[in-house]
């Protein structure tokens, strides 16, 4: 059983301080242009996270999943477009502004990016410890309140060494819901996690978001996974949506490109050879 | 970021500025860094308490040789009774504050950057920043403090130990008398020799500090950008010590 206890009972409002909706707009990027050496990652992006639901971010590698992580929590600003965030038009943010938006956001990152000089407990209690002035006794409460969440209060004491890849996913899942955020962002969270771990990683997304009506952003390829708990999804290829709606509508979408991703079929629109020089040619040139 | 046209005067100055501006940088949060004294302290023990016994082993050894050398061409001219004020001021001016440097340098400091640098590369510093937190803040700044604070202390004792060396040497192996050595060491090092080295040692801890903390902060995010961050560390620190030591020493004599 899941323990969640906000840290208070804010009522979430939007850039003008009216309480905000469910199923209101949250993230919304438009005709976003983003380059890296001169290819283009994003070409007119186009994407809306909703209030309240799981939105998931799929698409083969390489289309710029992580990218578009960097663009909404501003640590990539894009070269031509709008993100905006809770209304606020994040790459005009000034730090102090952008870190009072991040502080409504929590991350997962892909290894969990746990801060391997302190203990699990520690590591929980990071973010509580430098926001606010909260009692020992409270923070520690807090703490082990979100550890018994993800099923790791146990594990309050060892080092992140000492964690397995699936137990250091949930303690940087504890780390981030700590200070209760209205967005939760999980960047690739399934990589490398055993069937049972995936499991439960994909249980404990699906829980946090009906349990504390948070906004969950989820960057996967994990398609089986995805499509058992997001509401929204985006397919990215490109540079650009090529499908969005439920999963069950991508499913039976009948372009070629969202069928081969959907089924994960090793040739099709993604060529499965890098561009190259003819085979035979290829072998037959002698050494340079 | 510096490319391969460049030349190498302009990244020079480039690199020049960026650490310039990274000091601004690590300067503005030293203050509020002060609030968290628990990781300052923590800082100060990685720092010095761990080079303590490559301080100490080389504070004794670098007196002996100066015992041993100092014997040698003190007795020459028959003041080998002189043989305590050379170990010292050599020790309190120049060879303390130098070498302690060189050994922090080599310890301590390829300690912080591969530490930073592996942070960065495993997306921990991102993670802060993610959190609303500062990294310059959080990791950075308490490591520069500790370097600034953990110089003076590490140098005293490598003085005191050298000091001693110099003393095992020259009066219970050469026969020096115990009391001329100490009683002119006494009536010859004054405030401002050990001010000296005490300056040296501050300077040379902030360079070194800030040294270590730029390359980790700085680095690739790869195994091999941290592995060139720690030798940059290494080589930068070193040269920028000896140069530091030139320019007070010149400034020191031009004042005396």
Redesign the interface.
Known sequence: MLFFAPLNDRVAKDSNGSPAQAGDAVIEVRDVVYRIGGRAIFDGLDITARRGRITAFMGPSGTGKTTLLRLI?G?SQAERGTVRVFGEDVPRLKRRDL??L??R?G?L???G?????IDVYENVA??LR??TELPESLIRQLVLTKLHAVGLRGAARLMPAELSGGMARRVALA?AIV?DPEILIYDEPFVGLDPISMGVICRLIKQLNDALGITSIVVSHDVQELSQIADDSYLLSGGKVVASGTPAELHRTESPEVRQFMEGLPDGPVPFHYPAPDYATQLLDEVP | MSNGAESVPIAAIRRVGSVAVFLGQVLAQVPPAFAKPRLIVQQIYNAGARSLVIIMLSGLFVGMVLGLQGFDLLQRFGSEDALGVAAALGLLKELGPVVTALLFAGRAGTSLTSEIGLMKATDQLTAMQMMAVDPVRYVVAPRFIGSFIAMPLLNAIFCGIGLFGAQLIGVSLMGVDAGAFWSQTQNAVELNDVAEGIIKSVAFGTACGLIAVYEGYHAAPTAEGVGLATTRTVVTSSVLVLLVDYMLTAAFLTTH
């Open positions: 929590t640590q870190f009072a991040r502080r956001m991350m990152f892909q290894n990016a746990l801060l391997t000089d990071f973010p430098a926001h780390r200070m």
